[in-house]
């Protein structure tokens, strides 16, 4: 079976969000050239247009619809739902890749910063699941990836908002994996330790800043800690993201797939 063709996820549509951050770019790109058509979609309107001249580059029969929205909105969600199922048809794949980084230690940590992150990391990737789910339980298919983290698996310090959030979003992928999979659907979570993107870069600026390192200096330590002895690019978390979502994977459900570099072996 070869896995990553341009005719692996033919007549499939795919819904990315955090399209515009690092990993959900490197998705979005490959799910194209597997023959996806994708929806993509961020509040950066520069970024999601950057994308989508980047697929057609690639292949200018590319199917790719931008739609901008601030997910935390249920209102511009419900849009995204409705114009992307109106241009490319019923979604039979959703990549839930927005998120965001923050929280502090439980001394410092506000009552808003654990709402934004809890609300952004884990309630959108549940609505949004449970808006998707309806159809794909109708027709009996659909996948569905959860990018969660290595800290949905173990805490760190200072992260009580950010662990927690991806702890529930692992807790939410088991719990509806053993629904969805009756109908036909499976979902699956991916755990990458940091990725070179905005927000690998942000955690590992805090933790310079915590140990009164120079951001150079953290990051050769934090790529010398992993039995890799290098931080993890966006394109191997996207072609983790990618088998999940072949048939390659079939009787892959409710898992956590680790991309860690070999830090968390479990
Ligand atoms: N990078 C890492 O080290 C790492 C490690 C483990 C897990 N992860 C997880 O991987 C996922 C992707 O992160 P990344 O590394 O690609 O980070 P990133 O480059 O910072 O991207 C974050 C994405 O989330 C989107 N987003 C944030 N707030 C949003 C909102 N209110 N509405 C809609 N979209 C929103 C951003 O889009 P806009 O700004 O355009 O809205 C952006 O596309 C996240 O869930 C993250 O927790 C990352």
Partial sequence: MTIFSNQSLKGQHALITGATGGI??????????????????????????????????????????????????????????????????????????????????????????????????????????????????ERKRGNIVNVSSLSGLRGTYGGTAYCGSKFALIGFTQSFALEAIKHGVRVNAVCPGYVETDMGREAIQNKADRENLSYKEQYEIASKELPSGRITSPEEVANTIAFLLTDAASNIIGESVKISGGSVMR
């Fill in 24 to 137: 959900g770019y490197q998705t979005a790109l490959l799910l194209s050239e597997m023959g996806a058509k994708v929806t993509i979609t961020g509040r950066r309107q520069k970024q999601l247009d950057e994308l989508k001249e980047a697929i057609l580059d690639k292949n200018e029969q590319s199917k790719v619809f931008v739609y901008r929205a601030d997910l935390k909105s249920s209102e511009e969600r419900n849009q995204l739902i409705q114009a992307s199922s109106n241009e490319n048809g019923f979604i039979s794949l959703l990549i839930n890749s927005a998120g965001i980084f923050g929280g502090d230690t439980v001394e410092e940590l506000t009552k808003e910063q654990l709402e934004d992150v809890m609300d952004l990391n884990y309630t959108v990737p549940v609505l949004l699941s449970q808006q998707v789910y309806e159809d794909m339980k």
